[in-house]
C-alpha cells in the first residue's frame, strides 16, 4: 500500500488538495460558515486547524472551484463567483518588541496587496493601508472584498498584564480592526481566528455585528477530527499503527482515543481529536505528546502564577459559561484562558442549569501540561522524573503494591531540589496539606495516573482520590499530624463509600507529611 501523505506543518488548502495531502472534508461546515453572518470570530486552540480553515474559505472566495471537486462543498454551492481576498496571518507579528515594530510589521503584511492594487502615500498607518486597499479591490474588480484574519491576538499573547505595553499594542491593533466596521459596505464576508477574547479592542467593541460561532454546536466540529471521521478516514492508517503496536484495530483506536480525543467546544456530545497529534502519530506510528513538543505556552505559566492558579482543580470544574467564555483582558483567573489555548475542555453539560462542566481533555495534555509545569513548581523536569523513581513507582502501583509506591514517593520528595520562587510558596502553604496535595497531583499526573483532589462527598471533601484500572485508593493528608488520624478521618466521614459499588477494590490511605523534612513521613494502608 503506498504510503498516505499526511498534511503535518501544511496549512494551505490549495496545495494539500494538489499535491494528494490527506485532507478530512469539513467544506460543508465551511459553506454553512460564510452563511451564518457576514463578520464572523473563531476561537479554537493553537494548532487546530485555523489556518487550514482560514485557507480553505480563501480558495472558496477566489473562485477556485476546481479545487473542491468531490468535496460535499459542491453539492451546496451553486454559483462559484469570485471575490478579491485580503488574508492576513497575524502569527508573523507576534513577539515585536515596541507598538511601533508592530505598527511597521503590519504595514508589511498589507504591501504584497499593495503591489498589485497599488497604494497612496497618506496611507501612513496599517488601519489607512487597510482602508485604502478594500477600496481599490472593490473599486477594480467591481466585488466586494472578503477578509479573513487569522489568530487576530497573536500580537498581544506575550504582553498580557503588561499594563503599558499592553495598552500601547492595543492602540495599534484597534486603529487596524476598526476599519472593518467603517468599511462594511465593501465587505462580502469578513473572518477572524484566534485563541482568545480582548473586548477592548475595536473588533468586538465596535464591530457590534460580530458573530463568535465558537460555542455553537454547529460549528464545534469544523477544527479537529471527529470519532466517526478517525473510523472512516484512517481505518487502515489505524490498523497499521495497530500491527505496530501488537494489538488489534479496535484496542489502537482505544488508545488513540484516550491520548488524543477528548475535546468539546460547544454543549454538543461530539468531541474532537486534536488534529495535530493525531496526525503525527499515524504518521510515525508512535504514541508521544507531540503538541507539546514546543512546550507549554510561556504565557501561560505566567498566567497561572500571576492568578495563583490551583492547578489540581482542573480534573473537574463546574461553571458557568461566563467563567470561561469571557474577554482575556478581564480575567479575574486564569480559567479562560486555559479554556481558551485547550487546556481544559467542555466535558458536560446540564441545560436546565445552564452549568458547563471541564476538565482536562485527554492523557496527551494532562501529561504535558504537567511536564511544563515541573520545573516552575519543583525545578526538576517530567524526564526527571520519569528517569527516576518513575519506574520503580508505576510497577509497584500497577501491582496495586502501595506500600513500595509511598516508599519510592518518600525517597523521591525527600531529594527534591525546590526552586528559588517556590520557596515562598512553600511557606505561604506551610501550615496546610496544599502544597503536598500539588505535589502529589503534578508527580500522578507526569505518570498519566488520574487523580482528583478535593473531591466532594457527603462526608466533606477527600483530599486525593487515584484511580488506577482495578483499585481506587482514597488518600488523607496530614501536615506534621498522624497517618493513623488521616485514616480515621477517611473512616469517621465514610470517604471511602461512594466508591464501593464500582467493581473496584477500595484501598484507604493516610498520609502524614512534615515541613521540617519536606517529604512523607508516615502512612498508614488498609481496605
Known amino acids: 500500500m503506498m504510503r498516505r501523505r499526511y498534511p503535518i506543518g501544511i496549512q494551505t488548502f490549495s496545495r494539500i488538495i494538489r499535491e494528494g495531502y490527506v485532507y478530512v472534508d469539513k467544506t460543508d461546515l465551511v459553506w454553512n460558515l460564510t452563511k451564518v453572518a457576514p463578520f464572523v470570530f473563531l476561537s479554537r486552540p493553537r494548532r487546530f486547524g485555523k489556518s487550514l480553515l482560514s485557507t480553505t474559505l480563501e480558495s472558496y472566495f477566489l473562485g477556485e472551484k476546481e479545487l473542491f471537486e468531490g468535496l460535499k462543498i459542491m453539492e451546496l454551492e451553486k454559483e462559484w463567483k469570485q471575490y478579491p481576498v485580503i488574508h492576513l496571518d497575524m502569527s508573523t507579528a507576534k513577539g515585536q518588541p515596541t507598538a511601533e515594530d508592530l505598527r511597521t510589521n503590519l504595514c508589511l503584511l498589507l504591501k504584497d496587496y499593495t503591489e498589485e492594487y497599488g497604494s497612496d502615500p497618506d496611507e501612513k498607518t496599517p488601519g489607512r493601508m487597510l482602508t485604502g486597499l478594500i477600496k481599490r479591490m472593490n ?34 491593533m484597534q486603529e487596524f480592526y476598526v476599519q472593518l466596521k467603517a468599511n462594511e459596505r465593501y465587505l462580502k464576508f469578513c473572518f477572524i481566528t484566534g485563541i482568545t477574547k480582548f473586548s477592548q479592542l475595536s473588533i468586538f467593541s465596535t464591530l457590534n455585528n460580530l458573530k463568535n460561532v465558537s460555542l455553537m454546536p454547529a460549528f464545534s466540529a469544523i477544527c479537529g477530527i471527529t470519532e466517526e471521521e478517525v473510523k472512516t478516514c484512517f481505518r487502515e492508517d489505524v490498523a497499521a499503527m495497530a500491527t505496530e503496536y501488537d494489538c488489534s484495530a479496535d484496542e489502537m483506536f482505544d488508545k488513540l482515543k484516550e491520548k488524543y480525543d477528548g475535546y468539546h467546544f460547544s454543549s454538543s456530545p461530539v468531541g474532537v481529536y486534536n488534529p495535530f497529534s493525531l496526525l503525527n502519530a499515524l504518521d510515525e506510528k508512535e504514541m508521544k505528546n507531540f503538541w507539546f513538543s514546543t512546550g507549554t505556552p510561556s504565557y501561560l505559566i505566567r498566567q497561572l502564577e500571576h492568578f495563583h492558579t490551583d492547578i489540581t ?215
Open 139 to 172: 473599486r477594480t474588480t467591481g466585488r466586494q472584498v472578503a477578509v479573513i484574519i487569522d489568530e487576530y491576538d497573536a500580537p498581544l499573547l506575550e504582553v498580557l498584564h503588561k499594563g503599558e505595553e499592553l495598552e500601547e499594542m492595543r492602540r495599534v
Open 313 to 527: 482543580s482542573m480534573e473537574h470544574m463546574e461553571v458557568a459559561s461566563s467563567a470561561f467564555d469571557q474577554p482575556t483582558e478581564n480575567m479575574q483567573d486564569a480559567l479562560p484562558l486555559l479554556y481558551q489555548s485547550g487546556y481544559i475542555t467542555i466535558k458536560d453539560y446540564e441545560r436546565e442549569s445552564q452549568m458547563y462542566t471541564l476538565s482536562i481533555p485527554n492523557q496527551e495534555v494532562r501529561v504535558g501540561f504537567v511536564d511544563g509545569l515541573l520545573p516552575s513548581y519543583t525545578g526538576v523536569t517530567g524526564s526527571t522524573v520519569q528517569s527516576g523513581f518513575a519506574l520503580k513507582f508505576w510497577r509497584a502501583l500497577k501491582k496495586n503494591d502501595m506500600e513500595s509506591a509511598l516508599a519510592e514517593m518518600q525517597s523521591y520528595l525527600a531529594g527534591l531540589p525546590y526552586v528559588e520562587g517556590f520557596k515562598k510558596k512553600l511557606a505561604d502553604v506551610s501550615n496546610a496539606e496544599g502544597f503536598y496535595e500539588w505535589t502529589f497531583y503534578l508527580i500522578f499526573s507526569m505518570l498519566n495516573v488520574y487523580v482528583r483532589t478535593q473531591v466532594k462527598c457527603a462526608g466533606g471533601r477527600i483530599d486525593m482520590v487515584v484511580h488506577m484500572p482495578s483499585t481506587t485508593y482514597v488518600m488523607e493528608l496530614k501536615l506534621n499530624g498522624s497517618a493513623r488520624d488521616a485514616l480515621s478521618q477517611i473512616d469517621a466521614n465514610g470517604y471511602a463509600i461512594p466508591y464501593k459499588t464500582t467493581g473496584k477494590d477500595v484501598v484507604k490511605v493516610g498520609l502524614s507529611f512534615s515541613t521540617e523534612s519536606k517529604t512523607l513521613t508516615d502512612w498508614v494502608i488498609t481496605r
